[in-house]
């Protein structure tokens, strides 16, 4: 997915790990207001914002936070 796209979801499943062995991924799984599912790598800051059921919004050339 582009940099420069915009889209709104909800959030359904919070996910991290260790992919590499090294750094932590924190991640989130989300369903696009059009129905789509999407998985979304976020920052700490807004992975400690939102829990599942909450609103993000991604304007574009923007990183995702919480609606």
């Known amino acids: 997915m582009a940099t420069d796209d915009a889209w ?17 991924y ?3 799984r989300v369903r696009r ?3 789509r599912p999407m998985t979304v790598r976020v920052g700490r800051e807004v992975w400690d914002d ?3 059921g ?5 304007a574009a050339g923007e990183p995702p936070r919480r609606a």
């Open 26 to 28: 924190r991640r989130l």
């Open 8 to 24: 709104s979801a909800t959030v359904e499943k919070k996910s991290r790990g260790l992919l590499d062995g090294s750094n932590l």
């Open 33 to 35: 207001d059009d129905g």
């Open 54 to 58: 909450d609103r993000l919004v991604k």
């Open 50 to 52: 939102v829990s599942v």
